[in-house]
């Protein structure tokens, strides 16, 4: 493969703070080394929105997530030779791209004899003991570990269940309780496969508090959220796109917590002075799924020409609203809370879902919310080609956005690795003609009396 | 309906053709018809308060146009094309839709399609991705979720007895299909994949009763008639279904007779029956669970990958070796990931008991099939040991 | 014993006529489009050289894309097998096959002197002689030109996407940013190398590595595959008839296979006729531009 000639440098952080968040990123990778050298357990997991892996790590097991590494992967340019071998090996090249430059390391590091190459990038991952496969949100994130069978022969998967019900369904009498008990019950099967790999027992004093911290920090990260309501923005995608590892991926971690105490400090002096995090904010846009990585200057250039802040992002990357108090109130079980919280995540656009007809409440339903919560101009879609699941509602979102609050859409292909389809000209010329489209919806929600 | 030996198959094949005809027919009789995605939802629910289950499939003769706007490109070709047709009125028959969590592709789109596809009763059945305890209990009562939402279309209970009845009945079609498999164990085979592929999409568009009035008739038919076929390699499918009668012509006018298909339209929805339980709904759930194999499911990996393949994949050595299989194809639907991560481990697993592997990513598109005619002959001329 | 075998590829037509292992003529000849259909006067050409009349042939094997309805042929195999048997027989120690042809690109594999795995992509223009031609239409040079300009280059451009329309654009813009025609050239080359090398790779590519068709004809991107796969390579001194060759070998057997008086049978009913193997909806399905449609066995 050739690489593509996109000549954009590397994105600007806005925030100070988000400049820092490459820390965390370092740190699970190193940690994992470190573990690895220490004869620690480690394991690969998908992100779970902090549903099995604050249980894995409260065993000990020293958690890395080839997802976030498949990014930094790409943001470095470094996907390719990985998606090469993969695509050798006989896997379609349709593939999830994160699964591919998964998939090709893991041949890499077997051949290596499980010693990882020095050249690996930011250090590679480690060797497992055990892979947490997630079913929520996408199936590759479970076949995905299936797979790597063939090169990490005899790690087992475990494989985490999270219902997702319908909109409709989600207000049947009954399916909440449902769905809540059978979450519980998968995460003490989890338990129980952990235990037995490991050897040891659950210690719960120790899961409680992690739960507590997890709790703390996403409470804080959905704040910050909340600060971005402000016009102008007080920090756009861009940083998002930095300062969403800790909550993502260790919002059990203390050093998690105080960073996003820090964030929340400097986005807040931000909002009391006025002061935007780009200059002249003309229009503000939500961003339609993951992002591509090995090109995310993109977004300063149109910040730069058109004025655009991207406000906000996929529903997926965010820490949900807090529980209200009447669901978590007495609750003390971890497993219940952790229970409680995966539900909430994954159904409180519900309503939503079913006011716009735009289900399901994952994905799709919350950008109906989010476009009058930050007051948003646009919408732009950046369909997959290797991620279906993040792309299977994207033109449903677009439409009803346009449809229901006058938001409009625009859109551009693209892939969170594979750099066949992204084409920065003619993204370019796109959001310039649809800056128009922009002014000309505004126009129509003041006519139609909408708040923004 | 009445029945004659010798039509069974014509019969089948004018249903194939026109697949809607008989549900529209009973509807203006003043039934009621659901629609239903994938071999997920318990089609005996739906028989058993008289309402005619109809799979919904997608059409490799038909250009998708309308579902572009909705499902980009790069999505599942098969579900792009079913959702195509839904928004183009072809299943505007339906009284109900019931969607199910299969797959990505089959989730998203049934969510698509409620909201822009109107129907008056609709269902989200969410299908957990493990045959886990807990996984069984919480799709059980899943299933009791979408009872009681047809009871309150319907406005009617489901005795069951009735129910009892329903799944008597979808047995009897099950065994009347497996019967039929049966017939292509000889050399060559009674039934062509040709053949077969208009007989199941048949019994999938018509009552319970008068498909099983139609395997009858098929199996009396083929079981009588001088048997048309001539001997070629057999052939075992595997991967994502196929749903269209020129895709299995092409095949078998390239050296191969279809003997089994492991697919969502072939074995999976047939292969097992529904254990008659004290509550039914415990029969129903293992079933659908546990016992249609489609690799959706994730099941639990064994201390190695060689004994994780055989556990996963021993059914297909069975089936290899009772209808005496020379190659398999490993048909992938561009954009299934569910059957595409499954590639390099189907080859590792049929190679090691000696069965060749054509392996290809297709189109789902008439207009494209011929230029894989050279890659089945070819395929035929290696295990003619060319 | 004469046997012929004819291979009627997208844009050439190969015949070679055989008596048991002695090749007694070849014939190499343009059939684009509108001469499809003289796929007989081409057997006829062949027979002149090779000193025979058209009863003297006892088995004729057709091969390649337009192999459906020669009416004269006795039996049809694909070019995938009859690549494979034409380069064994030329060379045993051949395991993989490269197989650039006009409108598409195989990888075959052999064991034991038989097909043991191919794959093949005949719906994506990048690695065909179809894209080279584009190409060379582009950089204003003749497409037997394009291979050895390119070896002259120091410094191949960067080409980034292997889709004709895209790559034509990206081949004028860097010839507008001065790029020098040569480097263009490398950089085509050697980004085709590359995708045709990560298809092939799928079958595991084992020495002797052939290349075939008429991408073998063309020194540049041989010289870029050979960079990519670091192993000998075997170019046939006439590649393009690998799998006339072939087909005139299985003819052989065949006609073996037979004797005399089922040949004499054969015979009888042979036609002459001119060939209709092209359909219209199959001739335009190979055309669409779609994705790359992949398939490899095993």
Redesign the interface.
């Given at each position: 493969m050739t690489k593509n000639k996109i000549k954009t440098k590397k994105s600007n952080k806005t925030l100070e703070t988000a400049r820092e968040a490459g820390y965390f990123g370092k740190k699970m990778l190193e940690s994992a080394i470190r573990a690895q050298d220490e004869g620690k357990p480690i394991g690969w997991s998908m992100a779970n929105w902090w549903e099995g892996d604050i249980i894995a790590k409260a065993m000990g097991v020293n958690l890395v997530y080839p997802e976030n590494w498949g990014a930094f992967c790409a943001s470095i340019r470094r996907a390719e030779p990985f998606l090469e071998i993969s695509d050798g090996e006989g896997f379609p090249n349709t593939l999830c791209g994160y699964a591919r430059n998964n998939i090709g390391f893991a041949k890499t590091l077997k051949e290596n004899d499980f010693v990882i190459p020095a050249d690996a990038p930011g250090g590679g991952l480690a060797k497992p003991i055990m892979m947490l496969a997630s079913g929520a949100a996408c199936d590759a994130r479970y076949k995905w570990f299936q797979s790597l069978g063939r090169y990490l022969d005899g790690v087992p998967v475990w494989m985490l269940e999270l219902p997702q019900t319908g909109a409709r369904e989600f207000f049947l009498p009954e399916n909440k309780a449902n769905n809540l008990k059978f979450i519980v019950k998968e995460l003490k099967l989890l338990i129980r496969f952990l235990e037995d790999l490991l050897k040891c027992k659950m210690d719960d004093a120790k899961l409680e508090a992690m739960v507590d911290q997890a709790f703390k920090t996403l409470g804080l990260a959905h704040e910050v959220d909340l600060l971005r309501r402000n016009v102008p923005s007080p920090m756009v995608s861009q940083d998002f796109w930095s300062i969403m590892i800790p909550h993502f991926y260790l919002p059990d971690d203390p050093e998690a917590y105080e960073f996003y105490q820090r964030v929340y400090a400097e986005v807040k002096h931000k909002v009391d002075n006025g002061i935007g995090a780009i200059p002249n904010e003309k229009y503000r846009m939500m961003f339609g799924e993951l992002p591509p990585w090995h090109s995310i200057g993109f977004f300063d250039d149109i910040a730069e020409r058109y004025g655009i802040a991207m406000v906000m992002e996929s529903w997926n990357y965010h820490a949900p609203t807090p529980l209200p108090e009447e669901e978590i109130d007495g609750v003390t079980d971890p497993l219940e809370r952790i229970a409680r919280l995966c539900y909430h995540k994954y159904t409180e656009y519900n309503p939503a879902a079913l006011k716009y007809a735009v289900a399901p409440s994952y994905f799709s339903a919350p950008f109906l919310e989010y476009a009058e919560i930050y007051r948003t101009d646009g919408f732009m879609a950046h369909p997959l080609m290797s991620c279906r699941p993040a792309t299977y509602t994207l033109m449903q979102t677009l439409q009803r956005l346009e449809e229901k609050r006058l938001v409009p859409g625009v859109v551009v292909n693209g892939d969170i690795i594979d750099l066949r389809v992204f084409n920065l000209e003619e993204a370019y010329s796109k959001v310039e003609a649809f800056t128009e489209t922009m002014d000309h919806y505004r126009e129509l929600r003041r006519k139609a009396g909408m708040a923004w | 309906m009445e029945e004659q030996n010798n039509t069974g198959l014509r019969r089948a094949a004018e249903i194939y053709r026109h697949r809607g005809l008989r549900a529209r027919q009973l509807k203006e009789e003043g039934k009621k018809i659901f629609g239903y995605f994938c071999c997920y939802p318990p089609i005996e629910l739906l028989t058993a308060l008289d309402i005619t289950p109809i799979r919904v499939l997608g059409n490799m003769d038909e250009p998708v146009t309308e579902a572009d706007?909705?499902?980009?490109p790069?999505?599942?070709i098969f579900c792009r094309s079913a959702f195509d047709l839904g928004m183009k009125a072809q299943y505007n028959y339906f009284d109900g839709f019931v969607?199910a969590?299969a797959?990505?592709?089959a989730?998203?789109?049934s969510?698509?399609w409620?909201?822009?596809i109107h129907s008056p009763c609709?269902?989200?059945l969410?299908v957990?991705?493990?045959a886990?305890?807990?996984?069984l209990?919480?799709f059980k009562?899943?299933i009791a979720?979408f009872q009681?939402?047809l009871e309150t279309f319907c406005g009617t209970q489901i005795h069951p007895d009735d129910l009892r009845q329903a799944i008597a009945l979808h047995n009897r079609q099950r065994a009347l299909v497996r019967e039929l498999y049966g017939l292509r164990k000889p050399n060559p085979p009674l039934v062509s994949g040709t053949e077969m592929l208009q007989v199941l999409i048949a019994v999938m568009s018509i009552p319970v009763t008068e498909g099983n009035d139609l395997l009858q008739a098929v199996i009396n038919e083929v079981t009588t008639r001088a048997n048309p076929h001539a001997p070629k390699h057999r052939l075992l499918i595997w991967g994502s279904l196929i749903d269209h009668a020129a895709f299995t012509e092409l095949i078998e006018s390239s050296g191969f007779n279809i003997v089994v298909e492991d697919t969502a339209i072939g074995t999976r929805p047939f292969w097992h029956d529904i254990e008659m339980t004290a509550d039914p709904l415990d029969g129903i759930s293992d079933h659908y669970l546990n016992e249609v194999l489609c690799?959706?499911t994730?099941r639990e990996?064994g201390?190695?990958?060689q004994a994780?393949?055989d556990a996963r994949f021993n059914y297909l050595k069975e089936f290899a070796k009772h209808w005496n299989v020379d190659g398999v194809f490993a048909n992938?639907i561009?954009?299934c990931?569910?059957h595409?991560?499954?590639?390099?481990?189907i080859?590792?697993y049929l190679?090691a008991i000696g069965l060749?592997?054509?392996?290809?990513?297709?189109?789902y598109s008439t207009?494209?099939?011929?230029?894989?005619r050279?890659?089945f002959?070819?395929?035929a001329?290696?295990i003619d040991?060319? | 014993m004469f046997c012929a075998g004819i291979d009627i590829g997208s844009t050439i037509t190969k015949i070679v006529i055989a008596n048991r292992n002695e090749v007694l003529a070849s014939v190499v000849q343009r059939t684009g489009a509108q001469h499809r259909r003289r796929a007989h006067r081409v057997m006829e050409d062949a027979l002149t050289q090779a000193g025979l009349a058209t009863s003297d042939l006892d088995y004729i094997v057709a091969t390649g894309y337009g192999r459906i309805n020669v009416p004269f042929a006795d039996a049809q195999i694909t070019e995938i097998t009859c690549h494979m048997r034409g380069v064994s027989w030329l060379d045993p120690d051949v395991r993989t096959i490269i197989d650039i042809g006009g409108q598409d690109c195989k990888g075959i594999k052999v064991k034991d002197g038989r097909l043991d795995d191919f794959i093949m992509n005949d719906k994506c223009a990048a690695g065909t002689g179809r894209f080279f031609e584009i190409i060379a239409k582009v950089l204003g040079i003749d497409l037997e030109e394009i291979g050895p300009l390119s070896l002259t280059s120091k410094n191949p451009a960067e080409i980034s996407n292997l889709c004709t329309v895209f790559a034509e654009q990206e081949a004028l813009s860097r010839l507008s940013e001065g790029v020098p025609i040569a480097d263009v050239a490398a950089g085509i080359h050697r980004a085709n190398a590359s995708r045709i090398y990560g298809m092939v790779r799928k079958i595991k590519i084992e020495e002797t590595v052939a290349i075939t068709g008429g991408g073998a004809k063309n020194s540049g991107l041989c010289h870029s595959l050979q960079e990519r796969l670091q192993l000998p390579v075997f170019i046939p001194p006439e590649p393009l008839i690998t799998g006339a060759l072939g087909a005139a070998l299985i003819a052989g057997e065949k006609a073996a296979r037979v004797g005399g008086p089922g040949l004499a049978a054969l015979k009888k009913h042979r036609r002459w006729d001119a060939a209709t193997f092209f359909s219209d909806s199959a001739t335009q399905a190979a055309m669409q531009p779609t994705n790359s449609q992949h398939s490899h066995m095993g």
């Open positions: - | 706007d909705y499902l980009p790069v999505m599942c969607g969590h797959c990505d592709g989730e998203r789109t969510f698509i409620q909201n822009y609709n269902f989200q969410d957990p991705h493990t886990h305890g807990p996984a209990t919480f009562e899943q979720l009681k939402t690799p959706r994730f990996t201390p190695s990958y994780d393949s992938i561009r954009n990931d569910i595409g991560y499954e590639v390099p481990v080859k590792d190679n060749p592997v054509l392996v290809i990513e297709q189109d207009a494209a099939l011929e230029p894989l050279t890659r002959e070819a395929f001329e290696s040991g060319y | -």
